[in-house]
């Protein structure tokens, strides 16, 4: 049932471009988002004042990505919840509000309650699941499902990537409803989307040349992943992902806000991933790489192919295949999935089943 792989975490990543592939079928025009289960009338889209996103771990992640799309694209103020803080705040929700909920599983309890509590205010409430059937797919207004396949895993890593992608494709949909974005525009990340699939296949080749680092980690304690802007997001998704499956301290900080204090953490114990793939912030983010070089962190660093002069700033790159900055932290975590991946084989972790935690979490 691991069809020949050691885990089925592995298993799941190099199923990403399948994943990713089968999440956009049918949905994507030219120039032209395509959700036919999208019952929402592009007046009713214009109408809205604001969106929240509501969701736990990997999946509140994939909504601080979906957030930065749908306010650079449809132009409309977005919130980012973590489920089981939503309720106990008195989020400001009326008919104008518009609360996507994210859920592989689609049955995590805090996301299930803030769903309900959305409707009771009156919000129009979309999921993004994984699971044909599930609660969270029953009760919301509209779906949108990720076509991930069934991930065993504890550790959420096709449903990530698919999830992703389902903020791409809300956004622009929502951007088109609106006419907040040209439908050339809209058909240039359309084309870029379509060539994701072949270009994570390209990341999964790197796999190798990961695995040999990821030896060096095996004694690690501290570790912190750094970024700015979109790759900031993805650094949470990769320091949650390690600390998970291989019980590393990991810290994901937003490469800027170093020096107002963290810093003071970083010595040559302490490796750091650093991200730069969003090209407004790039120099700005290679200058706090050479910050923490300065501190003889051992540094690995991502970005895109083209981007040399990042080389000089660190011990060692990955290079990732040129896409549109918004659609690369699908591109960018792959690495640090499976850079978790090796060290906590590394580790003699159990990868599948870490610790403490359970894949679905039905309890509040
Ligand atoms: O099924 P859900 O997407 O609602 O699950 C949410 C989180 O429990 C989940 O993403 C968790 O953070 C993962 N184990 C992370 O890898």
Redesign the pocket.
Known sequence: EKGGYDHFMLKEIYEQPKALRDTMASRLGEQEVILQEFKLSAEEVKDLHKVFIV??????HAGLVGKTLIERWARIPVEVDI?SEFRYRSPLIDKHTMVVV???????AD?LAALREAKKLGARVVAV??VVGSS?SREAHDVIYTWAGPEIA????K??TT?LEGMVLLGLYLAQARGTMSPEKIGQVITALKEIPTQAQEVLEQAKDIEDFAQSFVDVEDTFFIGRSLDWNVAMEGA??LK?ISYIHAEAYAAGELKHGTLALITEQTPVIAIATQMDVYDKTVSNVKEVKARDAKVIGITFQGNKDLAKSVDHVIYLPKTVVELAPILTVIPLQLLSYYVSVARGCDVDKPRN?A???TVE
């Open positions: 969701a736990c771990g990997t999946a509140w489920a994210i859920s592989q599983s689609g049955e995590t996301t699941t994984n969270v504890v550790a959420s890593t449903a990530y999830q949650l992902k998970e935690l894949k679905s979490v």
